[in-house]
């Protein structure tokens, strides 16, 4: 079984930034992508940015230029958000994709007020 937690959510200015962190767990194994994937009362969850095994990455249009994912190990991932807008506002959740398995996260609230 494959555990995530996500940490490094919370209340930002627009235009400032937070860093989100998502520490996996358990036996994970082979070709594996990592994401992150938000969420908005009301609205299906979408996809912020995703990180292959082999380091590709690939992110959402809204937030290309602005966001960055990376990993340091086989258990860290990261998603640097700069330049925040108040319409990032969402839950983000730490997604793994180990073959046909799919695990996620808790869920980490972002809020961007002023």
């Known amino acids: 079984q494959v555990q995530l937690v996500e940490s490094g959510g919370g209340l930002v200015q627009p235009g400032g930034s937070l860093r989100l962190s998502c520490v996996a767990s358990?036996?994970?194994?082979?070709?594996?992508?990592r994401g992150w994937y938000r969420q908005t009362p009301g609205k299906e969850r979408e996809l912020v940015a995703v990180i292959t095994s082999g380091g590709s990455t690939n992110y959402a249009d809204s937030v290309k230029g602005r966001f960055t994912i990376s990993r340091d190990n086989a258990e860290t991932t990261y998603l640097q958000m700069n330049s925040l807008k108040p319409e990032d506002t969402a839950v983000y959740y730490c997604?793994?994709?180990?073959?046909?398995?799919?695990?996620w996260g808790q869920g980490t609230l972002v809020t961007v007020s002023s």
């Open positions: 358990g036996s994970i194994f082979g070709r594996v992508s």
């Open positions: 997604h793994l994709l180990m073959g046909l398995m799919n695990y």
